[in-house]
């Protein structure tokens, strides 16, 4: 079982940046594959980037060159580092994990881009 918790989000102009953190529960060098996803009301969850236990990274395209992916293992801690950002990137961000097949969800943290 891997418990998340994210933190980082907040209110920020367009143009800003903003860097979002995943806390786990356990070494992420056992996990997989972590990512974010985002949701805004009425819409599937998208995932936003993904980052697996090598350090292979993956981005859907909107986010290109404006979002980036990292983590530290020894903090058990992934990031995502989001520059540029749009009125558009307004969601709740969702860390998540998978981890023996299943997939690990943390609490979400807000994330508003609006001038």
């Known amino acids: 079982q891997v418990q998340l918790v994210e933190s980082g989000g907040g209110l920020v102009q367009p143009g800003g940046s903003l860097r979002l953190s995943c806390a786990a529960s356990?070494?992420?060098?056992?996990?997989?594959?972590m990512g974010w996803y985002r949701q805004t009301p009425g819409n599937q969850r998208e995932l936003v980037a993904s980052?697996?236990?090598?350090?292979?990274?993956t981005y859907v395209d909107s986010v290109k060159g404006r979002f980036s992916i990292s983590r530290d293992n020894a903090k058990n801690t992934v990031y995502l580092q989001m520059n540029g950002l749009k009125p558009e990137d307004t969601a709740v961000y969702y860390c998540?994990?998978?981890?023996?097949?299943?997939?690990?969800w943390g609490q979400g943290t807000q994330v508003t881009v609006s001038s």
């Open positions: 998540t994990a998978l981890f023996w097949g299943d997939n690990y």
């Open positions: 356990r070494t992420i060098r056992m996990i997989n594959t």
């Open positions: 980052i697996t236990s090598s350090g292979s990274q």
